[in-house]
């Protein structure tokens, strides 16, 4: 009888313990995109895309492969978040310094999003080999 009831303590744990992991799955991005840019001056902008906000996942921009056309090399770069407004002027979400990695504004209400390249350390041209967009 006692065996019993520890069997049954330790299955009810091993289950406890399963739903656990079951529940702590990653929330997804509701949408992402992989691109590169190239030559890029500071004012230049992505392609927009639009967010529906149908989950809680923070915007990012997440760069790598980076280079300039400077002496010193790539060290950072100022990315700004921009929403989309028709027939007004579009609402700055905020600058991010990005060394070459994530930069993340936070979950975004619904619209037409796009980022900046506002500004990098040196050179007049910036590259990033990959950049991830995550919305």
Known sequence: MRMHMHQRAVGLVAGALLLGFA?????HAEGSRTTYFSGWHPGNESSRWSDNNTDGVSTS???????????????????KLWKNRDLLPDDDKGSR????????????SSG??????????TGGTMSANRVVIAY
Do not use: M
């Open 23 to 27: 529940g702590a799955v990653p929330a």
């Open 61 to 79: 921009v997440t760069l790598s492969g980076c280079h300039t056309d400077g002496a010193d090399g790539f060290k950072k770069a100022n990315l």
């Open 97 to 108: 310094t990005n060394s070459c990695g994530r930069s993340a504004w936070g979950d975004q």
């Open 112 to 121: 037409k999003y796009y980022f900046e390249l506002f500004s990098f350390n």
